[in-house]
């Protein structure tokens, strides 16, 4: 991950929100295109005329999107911050940033610079995307413990949890992904409902 430009970006981007106390994180993302192993993203539901605006629903953006809508390197926060909340937790090897990611979003607003400064690499054997561990991997099941007044919280949480089940159901970790279904109560779940309910039985039977 690479910032272009980082610090006058900063500069620039920090005085457009001195009216809201609370905005913590500042998203900077490519426009939308694809050459070889380098991947730009946008948001999809939110790309509009505007260059930077609050982002009113950080939880349905992220479902939109299919994922967190934000990255590790491509977002600023204000140094106040990490004296209120906890940062990484530490020992996890992967999923810490989307628990740190989503915990800010409960309590600060997020606001969407729609300018492309970042780009990111994909396709690279060696990245931590791609190498598989049954420890180490955050648990996304604690999220449930929390509460937000977005009616898409808990849909988010639902839907990290179904990609990291899919993701051990990939590698043949069927005790990871039997786990990770079954900690959802429901299958309700109008987002990839019969591919989980299908994962939940093969993975039923493939752990005996």
């Known amino acids: 991950m690479c910032i272009i430009d980082c610090l006058s970006t900063i500069v620039f981007i920090l005085p457009l929100h001195l009216d809201y106390t ?8 490519w426009r939308n295109f694809q050459l070889e192993y380098w991947r730009t993203f946008q948001l999809v539901s939110t790309i509009n005329e505007h260059t930077h605006f609050l982002v009113h629903d950080y939880f349905k953006e992220s479902v939109m999107n299919g994922l967190s809508i934000c990255w590790t390197s491509s977002l600023c926060l204000k140094k106040e911050m990490i004296k209120e909340i906890p ?32 780009f990111y690499r994909t396709g690279l054997s060696d990245s931590l995307t791609s190498d598989y561990s049954k420890n180490g991997e955050f648990p ?6 929390f509460t937000s ?23 043949h970790d069927y005790d990871t992904c039997l786990a990770e279904l079954w900690s959802v109560k429901t299958i309700a779940w109008r987002f990839k409902w019969a591919e989980r309910l299908l994962l939940l039985v093969i993975s039923w039977i493939k752990s005996k």
């Open 22 to 29: 609370k905005v913590i994180i500042l998203i900077l993302w």
């Open 87 to 118: 940062m990484f937790r530490v020992g996890i090897k992967r999923g810490e940033d989307l628990d740190l990611w989503l915990r800010i979003a409960l309590n600060y607003d997020v606001a969407y610079l729609n300018l492309p400064k970042v």
């Open 140 to 145: 996304y099941y604690e999220w449930f413990n």
């Open 149 to 171: 007044e977005s009616s898409y919280y808990r849909k988010y949480v639902i839907l990290v949890v179904y990609i990291h089940a899919k993701n051990a159901f990939i590698h």
